[in-house]
């Protein structure tokens, strides 16, 4: 990778540092956020902060949809699974994640891995592996759309929110984060009939 590769976590507690850890010292990778749960991982998404995502089968919350939402924000996902339970890895491969990864895995296979899902096409929108009828995403300028834009994509108006506090304040990432997710939440919800 030549440029600085932005990925967050979103793993269980039992791994989250050591796998944090060495995921920082894979070259070419910067890890921008560590989120404690599903609410933070979808918000950091959908306000464009990474372009991969690693996330654990034990992590509460996350299922089928909470994938199918990470891939429609045209993110790349992968996941990490209790080593010795193959019934998590074969779970994540349910839920639509192609490059799946015991979460002790060292750090050569972490960054051989992320290299080998930067070069693969994105799953289209809400495809996933076990869906028949799903097709590869391409690769192109849609691939690098970012949730962020899917306004401007379909012709509206944006609006920007700001949370501010002063230096030192605590809570502002969280806010932020949190506000943004329910954002969109709420407008995914509104646009679905």
Request: aromatic letters at 2%.
């Amino acid at each position: 990778m030549s440029e600085s590769l932005p990925l967050l976590t979103a793993v269980g507690h039992r791994w989250e540092a050591d796998l944090a850890e060495r995921l920082g010292r894979c070259p070419g990778v910067h890890l921008v956020r560590r989120c404690a749960d599903v609410a933070e991982l979808l918000g950091a998404v959908e306000a464009g902060l990474c372009a991969v995502v690693v996330v654990s089968s034990d992590l509460r919350g996350v299922d089928r949809d909470v994938v199918g939402r990470l891939h429609d924000a045209g993110t790349r996902v992968l996941g990490v699974h209790p080593p010795g339970q193959p019934e998590a890895a074969d779970r994540l491969a349910a839920w639509g994640l192609r490059h799946v990864l015991p979460a002790d895995a060292g750090q050569d296979r972490l960054a051989h891995e992320i290299d080998v899902l930067c070069a693969s096409p994105l799953p289209g929108a809400g495809a996933v592996a076990d869906d028949p009828g799903a097709s590869p995403g391409t690769t192109g300028d849609a691939d690098r759309a970012h949730a962020g834009d899917a306004g401007a994509q379909r012709g509206e108006d944006g609006r920007v929110v700001a949370v501010w506090g002063p230096t030192g304040a605590p809570g502002r990432t969280t806010v932020a984060v949190t506000l943004a997710a329910e954002l969109a939440r709420i407008a995914s919800m509104v646009a679905t009939p």
